[in-house]
C-alpha cells in the first residue's frame, strides 16, 4: 500500500536539524543522541524512512549502518509509514486478567486490520504494548501519547472517534 | 479500608502528598522542608559522612535486586581512576505489574532530584541522567518541569547554592525495551546503542557510562535518599517491621477491590495489604496465587500470604520481593494461559543476545499454546521443566531468562495438574515417551 519510495525526496527541516544538535549537547558522545534524533525526526514524519537513516546518521557522524541497528532494536522507533494515531493496547499480565485479549480482538475487528497494521484510511495503526505502569487502574490503552485507565469496550468506541 | 495517616516520621517517601495526591511542585515542596536535606549535606556533611549514613541504613535497592545502595555507593566513591564520573537514575519501569516509579515521580518529583543532587554530592558527580521510559509521557513532563524549576532555584547549574559545585541533570526517554532496565543495558541503551547487557566485570562502578565509574539506582531508591540524610539512619531502620530498612511503595493488583500502592513498613504481611489495603479479593472470586513483585517474580499460593513481606522472608518462601508490587490470580484464571501471557511478554523482550534466550523463550510460548488449545504432546511439560533448567540462573548472559522461567517453574510446581490436563488424549495415547529435548511442533 505505501512504499518507501514516498520519501525519496527527504531532507531535513532547519528546526529538526537544530533540535538534534541541540539534543547533542546533552551527551560526551554524539552516538548517544541517535535515539532522541531519530524521536525528533519521527515525530513531525510518522516513521524514519530509510533516507531519514542516512540523514540523521550524517548530522550525527555515525555509520547509517549503526544507526540503523538501533532503529531496528527499540518499539517505539517505526520504519514503516504508519497511521495518524497509534493505538497500542497493554497485553501484559494484569491487563490480560482484564481482558485485553477481548479488547484486541474488538480493535482488530472494528479496525478491520490486525495487530501491526494500518487501516487503510490512515487513520489508525494497532500494536500491542507492554505493561504502562497503569495496572491498577487495568484494563489500559493508549492512544499516541495519552493513557486510557479502566476502558470498556464501549469506552474504546467513543475514544476512536475523537482520533480522527 | 485503612486509611494511612502519613507523617514524616513514619512514611519519608509519601507524606509530601497533598489530600487530591496533585503533583507537589517546587514551592509546595521547599514550604515543607524539601531540599533542607541538600543543604544540609552541602553545607556541612562530607562524601564519606553520606555514604557511611546511607550504608548504615541498610537502605537496599529499590529495583528488584535489594543490592545494599551504601555499598554501591562506596564501590564507585573508591573508585579514583576518573575524576569523571556518572549517575543514572534508572527510571525505565516496564515489569508487567509494576507502577510504583512512575507514581513518585508524577507526584513527588522534586524528591527524587534532591535524592539525586544528595547522591551526586557524595560521589562527586558533576553530571546525571535519568533514563526515563519513553511511554511515560506524563513523567516526562513533570520531569521537565520539575527540572527546571530546580534549575530556577539555583540547586542545579554551574554554581549550586553559590558553593561553586555543579551538578546538572540530564533526562533522556527511552525508545521501548524492557531489557534496558537492566543496569548494563541502560548504559549501553544511553550511549546509543543497543540495549544488550554487557559482560560483567568490570561493574559500572568501575567503568560504566562511556567507561567511566558510574552510579545506578532505581528511582523509589534515590527517593528515599533526602530523609535517611535529615532523620538519620537509625530513624531509618527503626521504621521497618523487619530486618531490611526503611519502608517500601507496596501494592496489589488483579481482581482485588481496591487495587493501588501504598508506602508501608517492610515486614507487613502481605494478608494485611491485601485485605486492609487493596480491600479483599472481589465478590465471589478466590485467591488462588500471587506474585510477589512483578512478573518475574515466582508464583506464590494462599498458603504464604501470611508472610511478611521482606527480601528474606519471600526469598525463603522460593520466590522473589522484586518490586513488592504484588499481584493476584482468582480461581477463574487458568495458570497455564497465564503463563503463556508472560512468557509471551519475555520472548518479544529477550534481546537476543544469547541463544536459549532468544530461542528457548519462543519454543515455551509455543508449547504453553498448545497445552492452551489441549493439544499438548506427551513430553511437553517435560520439555517446558528441561527448558526452564537451560534458561536457569547462570546460564545465560543476564537474569532476563532466569526471571523468565520463574513465573512458568512455579506455575508448573503448583499447578502441575493444569498443565498436565493441556495434554491431548490422542497424545497421550499414542505418543511414546521420549527422553530429552526434541521439538513438540511436528
Ligand atoms: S539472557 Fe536474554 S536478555 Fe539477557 S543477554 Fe541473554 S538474550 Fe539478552
Ligand atoms: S499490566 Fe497493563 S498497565 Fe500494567
Redesign the pocket.
Known amino acids: 500500500m505505501l512504499k518507501e519510495t514516498l520519501d525519496n525526496d527527504f531532507i531535513l527541516s532547519n528546526e529538526e536539524k537544530t533540535e538534534i544538535l541541540n539534543k547533542k549537547n546533552d551527551y560526551e558522545d554524539a552516538r548517544a543522541s541517535s535515539i532522541e534524533a531519530l524521536k525528533i525526526v519521527q515525530k513531525k514524519r510518522g516513521w524514519i524512512s530509510k533516507k531519514a537513516i542516512y540523514e540523521i546518521a550524517k548530522i550525527l557522524d555515525i555509520s547509517a549502518s549503526d544507526l540503523e541497528e538501533i532503529a531496528t532494536f527499540y518499539s517505539q522507533i517505526f520504519r514503516r509509514p504508519v497511521g495518524r494515531n497509534i493505538i497500542r493496547y497493554c497485553d501484559s499480565v494484569v491487563c490480560y486478567m482484564y481482558d485485553c485479549e477481548k479488547i484486541r480482538h474488538f480493535l482488530e475487528n472494528h479496525l478491520n486490520i490486525i495487530i501491526g497494521e494500518t487501516t487503510k484510511d490512515l487513520r489508525f495503526t494497532l500494536l500491542p504494548i507492554c505493561c504502562l505502569g497503569n495496572c491498577d487502574k487495568a484494563p489500559t490503552i493508549m492512544i499516541n501519547d495519552t493513557i486510557f485507565s479502566r476502558v470498556t469496550l464501549k469506552s474504546i468506541v467513543k475514544l476512536l472517534e475523537l482520533h480522527k | 479500608m485503612k486509611k494511612i495517616l502519613r507523617t514524616s516520621e513514619t512514611h519519608p517517601l509519601t507524606w509530601w502528598l497533598n489530600e487530591n495526591e496533585d503533583v507537589v511542585w517546587i514551592q509546595e515542596y521547599k514550604k515543607n522542608g524539601g531540599y533542607c536535606a541538600f543543604e544540609k549535606a552541602i553545607k556541612t556533611i562530607k562524601s564519606e559522612e553520606i555514604i557511611n549514613t546511607i550504608k548504615n541504613s541498610g537502605l537496599k535497592g529499590r529495583g528488584g535486586a535489594g543490592f545494599s545502595t551504601g555499598i554501591k555507593w562506596s564501590l564507585v566513591f573508591k573508585n579514583s581512576s576518573s575524576s569523571v564520573r556518572y549517575l543514572l537514575c534508572n527510571a525505565d519501569e516496564m515489569e508487567p505489574g509494576t507502577y510504583k516509579d512512575k507514581f513518585l515521580i508524577e507526584k513527588i518529583p522534586h524528591q527524587l532530584i534532591e535524592g539525586m543532587l544528595i547522591s551526586a554530592l557524595a560521589l562527586k558527580v558533576r553530571r546525571s541522567y535519568i533514563f526515563l521510559r519513553g511511554e511515560y509521557i506524563e513523567s516526562e513532563n513533570i520531569l521537565k518541569k520539575a527540572i527546571f524549576e530546580a534549575n530556577e532555584y539555583g540547586y542545579l547549574g554551574s554554581n549550586v547554592l553559590k558553593s561553586g559545585l555543579s551538578f546538572e541533570i540530564f533526562l533522556h526517554s527511552g525508545a521501548g525495551r524492557y531489557?534496558c532496565g537492566?543496569e548494563t543495558a541502560l548504559i549501553n541503551s544511553l550511549e546509543g546503542k543497543r540495549a544488550?547487557?554487557r559482560f560483567k566485570p568490570p561493574f559500572p562502578a568501575m567503568a560504566g557510562l562511556w567507561g567511566k565509574p558510574t552510579c545506578i539506582n532505581n528511582v523509589e531508591t534515590l527517593s528515599n535518599i533526602p530523609s535517611i540524610i535529615s532523620n538519620g539512619s537509625e530513624w531509618y531502620k527503626n521504621l521497618s517491621k523487619s530486618t531490611d530498612s526503611g519502608t517500601k511503595m507496596m501494592g496489589f493488583s488483579g481482581k482485588v477491590k481496591n487495587p493501588g500502592l501504598w508506602e508501608l513498613p517492610f515486614g507487613i504481611t502481605a494478608r494485611e495489604i491485601l485485605e486492609d489495603y487493596a480491600g479483599g479479593m472481589k465478590n465471589g472470586l478466590k485467591l488462588k496465587a500471587w506474585q510477589p513483585g512483578g512478573a518475574s517474580t515466582d508464583f506464590l499460593t494462599p498458603e504464604h500470604i501470611d508472610l511478611p513481606m521482606s527480601f528474606s522472608s519471600i526469598s525463603n518462601a522460593g520466590s522473589r520481593l522484586g518490586t513488592a508490587i504484588a499481584m493476584v490470580v482468582d480461581h477463574t484464571v487458568n495458570m497455564v494461559s497465564l503463563v503463556r501471557n508472560i512468557e509471551e511478554f519475555f520472548s518479544r523482550e529477550?534481546?537476543?543476545?544469547?541463544t536459549p534466550?532468544?530461542d528457548g523463550l519462543p519454543w515455551i510460548v509455543s508449547i504453553l499454546r498448545s497445552l492452551e488449545k489441549h493439544q499438548g504432546q506427551n513430553n511437553d511439560i517435560k520439555i517446558l521443566e528441561q527448558l526452564c533448567h537451560h534458561l536457569g540462573p547462570g546460564k545465560?548472559?543476564?537474569?532476563?531468562?532466569p526471571g523468565a522461567i520463574s513465573p512458568l517453574k512455579s506455575a508448573i510446581k503448583h499447578f502441575r495438574s493444569e498443565f498436565e490436563s493441556g495434554l491431548s488424549r490422542s497424545s497421550i495415547i499414542s505418543v511414546k515417551s521420549i527422553e530429552g529435548i526434541q521439538s513438540n511442533m511436528e
Open positions: 531489557i537492566e544488550n547487557p529477550s534481546c537476543g543476545w544469547c534466550c532468544r545465560t548472559f543476564c537474569a532476563h531468562a
